[in-house]
């Protein structure tokens, strides 16, 4: 069993920036990938990223892409996600995942492949 407990949600305003952070535990053998989703209401969970755990590898959803950035820490046993020039549109409930694929392309953000999943964490973005 892995667990996985975001931190760092925060009301910010527009441009702004806000660093989540996700402290994960357990057995990770076999978890070959970490990611950040992101959900708002009515719409479905939306993968932003994904970091590979053996290289450090990364890819980004296009709606992220230059703006955000997901670390992972392996000996603080961490996986962050700092969000910069932050939207409107990125208002959601963001969560952390861990799964046995990675991959870069926009199939390894599909949320199927995680098995493991936080409780979430909420950024809100206002004018």
């Known amino acids: 069993q892995v667990q996985l407990v975001e931190s760092g949600g925060a009301s910010v305003q527009v441009g702004g920036s806000l660093s989540l952070s996700c402290a994960f535990s357990?057995?990770?053998?076999?978890?070959?990938?970490m990611a950040w989703f992101r959900q708002a209401p009515g719409q479905e969970r939306e993968g932003v990223a994904i970091?590979?755990?053996?290289?450090?590898?990364?890819f980004y959803a296009d709606s992220v892409k230059g703006r955000f950035t997901i670390s992972l820490v392996k000996f603080k046993d961490i996986v962050s996600l700092q969000m910069d020039r932050l939207k409107a549109d990125d208002t959601a409930m963001y969560y952390c995942?861990?799964?046995?694929?990675?991959?870069?392309?926009?199939?390894?953000?599909?949320?199927?492949?995680?098995?493991?999943w936080g409780q979430g964490t909420q950024v809100t973005v206002s004018n």
């Open positions: 995942a861990a799964g046995s694929a990675y991959g870069k392309t926009a199939y390894s953000l599909r949320s199927a492949r995680f098995s493991y």
């Open positions: 970091i590979s755990t053996g290289d450090g590898g990364t």
């Open positions: 357990g057995d990770m053998r076999g978890i070959a990938g």
